[in-house]
């Protein structure tokens, strides 16, 4: 824990003005992180995923997206642009702290992933680079409704106020924009298409 712990510290110098964040949070983020890489990597033990994280592997993106949702969850949003500069900075990501992600959240190569605000995704979700989640600009504001163990591949793209049921998989390079029944493979070929 003191790696962890010295790793915020040391973050924390890359940002300007730096407030201290509670160890009670880091803690937290670190929990939360362990049981979203034991979710695909069972056997990885706790020392692994944090000497990954300090290595500025898949784990960190992660990290700091956990990190910045628990500072939101206890309204110290003071501290959250410090965390979102830190997720764009090291790890080419965009995700809004106020996104609902349950257990399993893994990155892959998260390099130009955005996930946009207030979409509500499920246990087990997986996304590559590239990858974009948003919602329209003239909707109801609400995001997007992701079911579990959904993974979206390289480029692909969820635009709008959909509905992706559970165990779906989009394929690299494609675009959603509506609702998609449970155990789909979505495709791009010269359109979107759902193939069982």
């Known amino acids: 824990m003191t790696d962890i712990i010295n790793f915020i510290s040391f973050l924390q110098k890359k940002v300007f003005k ?36 300090i290595n500025n592997k898949n784990e ?11 500072l939101h969850n206890v309204n110290l949003d ?5 965390v979102h500069w830190l997720l764009k900075e090291l790890c080419s990501c965009e995700i809004y702290f106020n996104n609902k992600i349950d257990e399993g959240f893994y ?13 509500k995704i499920g246990r087990g979700f997986k996304i590559h680079q590239g990858c974009t989640i948003g919602h329209k600009i003239n909707g109801k504001g609400t995001g997007n409704i992701i079911g579990n163990n959904v993974v979206m591949y390289c480029n692909s793209s969820i635009i709008g106020e959909n509905k992706i049921a559970d165990n779906v998989v989009i394929g690299a390079h494609t675009l959603v924009n509506k609702d998609v029944e449970k155990d789909k493979i979505v495709i791009t070929n ?4 759902y193939r069982e």
């Not at 407030?19 to 939360?32: D, G, K, T």
């Not at 990155?107 to 979409?119: C, D, E, F, L």
């Open 107 to 119: 990155i892959v190569h998260g390099q130009s992933t955005i996930i946009g605000s207030r979409n």
């Open 78 to 82: 003071n501290l959250t642009p410090q």
């Open 18 to 53: 730096p407030v201290l964040i509670p160890s009670y949070i880091v803690n937290r983020a670190l929990e939360s992180t362990i049981l979203d890489v034991r979710y695909h990597f069972p056997e990885t033990n706790e020392n692994e995923i944090i000497f990954r994280i």
């Open 60 to 70: 960190l993106a992660i990290f700091l997206y956990r990190l910045g949702s628990e």
């Open 190 to 193: 010269t359109k979107t298409i």
